[in-house]
T-cell receptor
């Protein structure tokens, strides 16, 4: 059974800080790893990673995958209060198309 | 439509009552998923449709849960004889293709509370 573990479970930082969120996984026949941001509504897609060592970047957010060590990190630089959310990591395998196995998420709170 | 639309957004059901949750995926999306998200947990897979075919229902927790997508577009998740442990957010998601690698878009969820 595929498994995703995220750490830390929760995090409180001050605006302007840089944070790193961790995601480790165990997947049979890995296909991809995805990051989502969830506020009090739909999870919104951030990144999909399939190859090791290639950083994906979008504004202040970036992510990288290590397929040898089976983990990914999500970095947020110069955090803002609007970054406060739950960040979900999920994996897919080559079996059922696009079925996501999620971790429990990291709850990030950015304070002034 | 512009995004995945779900209704009702909020539902309070008495224990034993049947509920039906509707999902309208993004127009043209082949794949449709239902997930259940309990408080403080990540979403957990319930079932998957490719067009009208239900290809995976391994995540449905019991035979009280039933999903359909008869015309390959709108989907309904039905929960019979609801119990308190069914209280959760039910998320619907869709993606354009049937193979992995497509971005999956989520709806805002139907928040079910069973009292």
């Amino acid at each position: 059974e595929d498994k995703v573990v995220q750490s830390p479970l929760s995090l409180v930082v001050h605006e302007g800080d840089t944070v790193t969120l961790n995601c480790s996984y165990e997947v049979t026949n890995f296909r991809s790893l995805l990051w989502y941001k969830q506020e009090k509504k739909a999870p919104t897609f951030l990144f999909m990673l399939t190859s090791s060592g290639i950083e994906k970047k979008s504004g202040r957010l970036s992510s990288i995958l290590d397929k040898k060590e089976l983990f990914s990190i999500l970095n947020i630089t110069a955090t803002q209060t609007g970054d406060s959310a739950i960040y979900l990591c999920a994996v897919t395998n080559t079996g059922t198309a696009s079925k996501l196995t999620f971790g429990t998420g990291t709850r990030l709170q950015v304070t002034l | 439509g512009a995004g995945v639309s779900q209704s009702p957004r909020y539902k309070v059901a008495k224990r034993g009552q049947d509920v039906a949750l509707r999902c309208d995926p993004i127009s043209g999306h082949v794949s449709l998923f239902w997930y259940q998200q309990a408080l403080g947990q990540g979403p957990e897979f319930l079932t998957y449709f490719q067009n009208e075919a239900q290809l995976d229902k391994s995540g449905l927790p019991s035979d009280r849960f039933f999903a359909e997508r008869p015309e390959g577009s709108v989907s309904t998740l039905k929960i019979q004889r609801t119990q308190q442990e069914d209280s959760a957010v039910y998320l619907c998601a869709s993606s354009l293709g049937s193979r992995g690698g497509n971005t999956i878009y989520f709806g805002e969820g139907s928040w079910l509370t069973v009292v």
